[in-house]
């Protein structure tokens, strides 16, 4: 009976505890007015910061030590654990690292025919964009007559036009893994990953250790001879890519460079050892620090130069949007350490007290309330009253009252989930290479991607969702329209509750949105008036739709996957389902078509990724990049499975009339594929140079006719001999013949 007693009490306890650990916040929840449009509206203006009322500057790395040591609580973040040991770690030497060059050079030309007079197709397509004005980096790209792929370490440049003389013309080897660029004119930016180092010494220790910082290096390649592509400039930047645009003539880079206290220095960008532009770091005294910088370096894209450099101090940033005017960084905000106390402690005092036996209540409200008794001192009584109480109820009684508690925190957690999920977003604004801070905002929910953002006419309009991770009925969406100066000025909140946002796209001053439980309802919301947004109509079908977008005004294209229901009353998925909207008629959107491709298993990366996404109303074409599972499995000779499934791509013909399969195109030599996630001959990308379509994988470029899809010629691109895993270390060897250092605080 006492083991089974002290089983329980452990039960009990450890239960209690987690209940404790994680709650976060304690404000109450503001007052909705149900609202007729499926969700409710709220007048509760969103939170906005000053950015000229409070926002500081650090200026150097003494003062940004004490900026950290001060405004960060040694409990609530990971500086916190690294300010305990300050005094064990001095770094020095940095300034004379020497970046490593990434590129190794040009390999000869494999062709042939030499690079001639510019023969570039009348019309082509770029890579598919949120906006049409602003590129995104991609690792394909084009300019109607060259191909410029950027894989397997390689940066390949491919004469592709016309199709009859298509070469390989140079490629470029990377000592590290490059994985986006841009091109312009005759310049080619490349974003590679590496590492720096520089020493520190360890308290007492008499040989300093490397320590690794993670660095971006910006390649800028002169490729007006394509044959032999020229390093002009080798720019490295603290942090690991997070995100860039190029709009105009500018190219916008931004990393995200998380603070090591034993490499602790201000934001620059170098070339070589030498240090080009250094930036002052702005923060938010309100918003307490961070340990994640935000440098953001703009450059002329017609030159390669450098015309701007700053750094923020930010949360940790998922979503980037970008409008021709503004750049938007996003993040969902962290609850700090004392607010989770707070909030832990306030639901034992409201709920787990009220539960228990009221002599118990009494006494455990009595020393809560005795100043003479530390906190530490307060729950050790506190426990071993509950333990007592606890063990001296029947076992009946024990489980009504975990029960309790049980259903109690739920409810509790339920309350606190929408002021604790919130979503913190930035407003910079841009004007060419000026970059200006502008205002800080907080939403409800969290975003799911950059299409969960957009700007019209000034407003941003935001979509989010507040997940509840015990219960998905008490899920729902949101809908936030801020205006110029991020104030909020119209919303919907509440919608589709149980439910969560699988894709949004905005067309002008509507929004559609699909979430998804158990069928798919497509939602057309008018923001036409900012300030009273509602819900016009919703379509609800079988399946959901991972990606939108628009072809015209009056159609949209949905890609995602086909749903069925179980005996059991489950919901899974079937195959690739590309959807055709017309939501002309606002109040009634429907479906015009669709078409599902493979069973359970299949698969496109169009789904989450829209630059793999190839849609032209002029040439009337739709291509994606599929796995198709067809359900069936053949065992070869060697006694290996082989999945039969094709892996691809399928070219639709597109109309206001609908879909149809116009083909497929493969990469592979057969039609069974051995089991892989991402095998070398998967179709990635896709575009076309006047009626040529061109596919490419990590193993080739193919060219085939636009309207018969014949096959007309193949380019193989080369793969790397060694796979390497992790960006390169910049391991410069340093000779140590005499360190001297002024002081280590905390030594005497």
Known sequence: MVKRISFIWLVCTGLLLFFFA??????????ANDNTNGGTQTENPTSVLSSSDEMETIKSTSQLYEVLEKETPSSSSLLGSLFSSRA??????ASDMAFQESA???????????????????????TNVQVETIDEA????????YIYSLQNGILTIAKAYPPEKAEIVSETEFTSYPNKMYVKDDLLYIFTQEYAMSYVLNTYNFLPSPSYKQVTAVLVYDISDKEKPTLQNN????????????????????TQDYLQFDYLSMPSVKEGSRTLQSADISYFTSAGVSDALHNVLVLDAKSGDIENFKSFMLGYSSTLYMSEDALYIAYQKSTDYDTILDSNKEFFETTVISLLPTNVQKEITETLSDSSLKEGEKWDTISRLFEQAYNALSEPEKETLIQNIQEAYEEYEATIEEERSRTVIHKISIDGAELTYEERAEVKGTLLNQFSLDENNGFLRVATTINNWRSDEKSSNNVYVLDPEMKQVGSIEKIAPGERIYSTRFMGDKLYMVTFKQVDPLFVIDLSNPEEPKILGALKIPGFSDYLQAYDENLLIGIGKETYETSYGAVRTKGVKVSLFDVSDFSNPREVDSVVIGDEGSQSIASYEHKAVLLSKEKGILVLPVYETKGSYNEDERGYYKEDAFNGAYVFSISSDGLEERGTISHEDTSTTEWSWYPSSAILRSLYMDDILYTVSQSKIQLNDLESLE?????????????????????VELPVKSIQIDSIDGLE
Do not use: H, Q
């Open 138 to 145: 991609d690792f394909v790209k084009t300019d109607g007559e």
């Open 88 to 93: 064990a770690t001095t770094s020095f030497a």
């Open 235 to 254: 720019y490295s930047l603290d942090g690991y890519y997070f995100e860039s645009r190029m709009s105009g003539d500018y190219i916008y880079l931004i």
């Open 22 to 31: 994680s709650c976060d916040v304690k404000n109450p929840l503001p007052t």
């Open 711 to 731: 096959k007309l010629n193949e380019l193989k691109l080369k793969e790397r001999k060694e796979e390497v895993y992790y960006p390169e270390y910049i391991d």
């Open 104 to 126: 190794s050079g040009s390999i000869a030309p494999t062709a042939a025919n030499k690079v001639g007079v510019s023969e570039e197709a009348s019309s082509y397509s770029g």
